[in-house]
């Protein structure tokens, strides 16, 4: 079983920055990838970016030069650092884990951009 825990959501004005954190715990050892999807009401779900446990990375389009996904395996962490924030990022983000066999989802963060 593997557990994640999100922090880091808040109320940011557009140019803004924040960090979410994602700590996982229990059977970390069978995580493959992890990173953040997002999810704005009426929309479907949607990849921002993730990273590999040996460090290979995507990142949506939307997120490239903008956001930046990293790894502390020693905290069995994973943030995502968000820079220039716009109002169309607002949505609520979900820390995942992909564990070959199955995902499992992080309770969601809200991120809101205020313009």
């Known amino acids: 079983q593997v557990q994640l825990v999100e922090s880091g959501g808040d109320l940011v004005q557009a140019g803004g920055s924040l960090r979410l954190s994602c700590a996982a715990s229990?059977?970390?050892?069978?995580?493959?990838?992890m990173g953040w999807y997002r999810q704005i009401p009426g929309k479907q779900r949607e990849l921002v970016a993730a990273?590999?446990?040996?460090?290979?990375?995507n990142y949506a389009d939307s997120a490239k030069g903008r956001f930046t996904i990293s790894r502390d395996n020693a905290k069995n962490t994973v943030y995502l650092q968000m820079n220039s924030l716009k109002p169309e990022d607002t949505a609520v983000y979900y820390c995942?884990?992909?564990?070959?066999?199955?995902?499992?989802w992080g309770q969601g963060t809200q991120v809101t951009v205020s313009r």
């Open positions: 229990g059977t970390v050892s069978s995580i493959a990838w």
């Open positions: 990273i590999s446990n040996a460090g290979s990375i």
């Open positions: 995942y884990a992909d564990l070959r066999a199955t995902v499992k």
